[in-house]
């Protein structure tokens, strides 16, 4: 993406410049001059105001979550741009990392933003495991501000909640919880479950199978767990011919998802054997899948389809902005950008004042973003409507609500 595409002086600041002898002795002399007045008459943060807020973006800008990582980044900067790109009335300067959705890069990654840069805010990430280890760096640092805008890890709104993390996206529990019930009501027993083995695709399958118990409909059949990232699904979907489930349920996402769910039409019968999964098998990814994705039921708190007037802003602005179609990850990162916005303006771009700034995040309605009214939970998650929905036409099609304004347990979370 180029910076001009959304306008405005948003600043970049990945690459700097080495800095010459020239610009050091400028700023020492400017920094000089700041000292002396400040010692006289300027509040600390008059001083402050003058320089832009820092913002990390910590992101997969590289392998199966690439597209989830551009997506969430494009939807941020769309909506900053949209508030004339400030925050509080100070200028943004973004850092941008691509953490390549591998959790032994993040503790790194993340201390780099937070130490290096002395970032205010860090917007991260997609990846379960590498939101987990950001986590750690961002408890440790109450005075920086941590925004997921996508990573579902329940943990991070549960046992490891944390005054200054907050999620705008949703926990793993909630978008496969709702599922369970469904498919019990659609009569099938014998379910198979299909995922990668870590943290995301493991929570996503114990919440499905909880609605699922819950709603009488019985144990796993079998569950298939494969390394994250592998895409060779060939022998699997010929163990899943050979055991004959009533139904699969199944996450992938990204490239991984399109990869599944072409392989699956091809070597399934999917009137024989359904496939049911959260929404992210379908999400982003429509136009690549195209027949193969016709009739897949999933639920997710967005839908392409849903008819709100913010809804159809969004993806007309998203298409207008990039060209391309916008999804659920683009929705997260707008409302990232929503949630980000409306702190700093209640604390006048004061970073500084991170009491209040966590104040006002806790206390967010979102009754303007595309994916309807939502609210922050006590624990720092989205309290919102999950939606049944069915690949139709190349689109998401809503049948209806699955399961309305749902709170993660939270289970464990002292705030
Ligand atoms: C996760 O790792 O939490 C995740 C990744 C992609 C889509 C949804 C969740």
Redesign the pocket.
């Known amino acids: 993406m180029k910076q001009s595409d959304f306008g405005g002086r948003i600043r970049f600041g990945d690459r700097p410049r080495p800095a010459s002898r020239r610009d050091v002795l400028k700023r020492g002399a400017a920094a000089a001059a700041v000292v002396a007045v400040s010692a006289v008459v300027l509040p600390r943060f008059a001083i402050g105001a003058k320089t832009p807020v820092k913002v990390g973006i910590l992101l997969p800008f590289t392998g199966v ?1 690439a597209k ?1 990582g551009e997506n969430i980044t494009d939807g941020f900067l769309m909506r900053l741009a949209e508030a004339g790109n400030k925050l509080g009335g100070r200028e943004i300067e973004f850092v941008k990392v691509d953490d390549e ?1 591998n959790p032994a890069k993040a503790v790194d990654n993340t201390t780099k933003l937070v130490k290096g840069k002395r970032v205010d805010f860090v917007i991260g990430t ?6 987990a280890a950001m986590v750690k760096v961002i408890e440790k640092s109450p005075k920086t501000i941590m925004i997921c805008p ?4 329940n943990d991070m709104t549960r046992d490891s909640c944390a005054p200054n993390v907050f999620r705008t ?2 926990s ?1 529990w909630q ?1 496969c919880y709702p599922m369970g019930p469904e498919v019990a009501k659609r009569g099938h027993k014998k379910i198979l479950s299909v995922t990668w083995k ?4 493991q ?2 399958m114990d919440a499905f199978f909880e609605g699922f118990r819950k709603a009488g409909g019985g144990e796993p059949l079998e569950q298939i767990w494969i390394p994250f990232e592998d895409v060779e699904f060939q022998s699997i979907l010929t163990k899943i011919a050979a055991l004959k489930p009533d139904a699969v349920f199944s ?1 992938f ?2 490239s991984g998802a399109v990869k599944f769910v072409k392989d699956y039409a091809a070597a399934i019968d999917r009137k024989q054997i359904p496939l049911y999964g ?1 929404g ?1 098998l379908t ?1 982003g990814t429509l136009e690549a899948q195209g027949a193969a994705a016709e009739g897949i039921v999933t639920t997710l708190h967005w839908a392409d389809t849903l008819d709100l007037p913010a809804n159809r802003k969004f993806l007309a602005d998203f298409k207008a902005k990039t060209g391309r179609t916008g999804d659920v ?1 683009g929705v997260q990162g707008y409302d990232t950008g929503t949630l980000l916005l409306r702190a700093m303006a209640a604390v006048g771009g004061d970073t500084a004042a991170t009491q209040q700034l966590i104040a006002a995040m806790e206390d967010t309605v979102m009754t303007d973003s595309p994916r309807g009214t939502w609210r922050m939970s006590k624990s720092h998650n989205p309290i919102q409507d999950f939606y049944l929905r069915r690949v139709e036409q190349g689109r998401n099609t809503v049948l209806g609500v699955a399961h309305a304004q749902l709170d993660d347990p939270a289970t464990g979370c002292k705030l």
């Open positions: 979550y989830l959705a997609v990846h379960s495991g590498v939101a996508n990573a579902g890890n996206s949703f793993n978008t870590y943290a995301a695709g929570q996503m996450f996402s990204g959260p992210f999400e990850f």
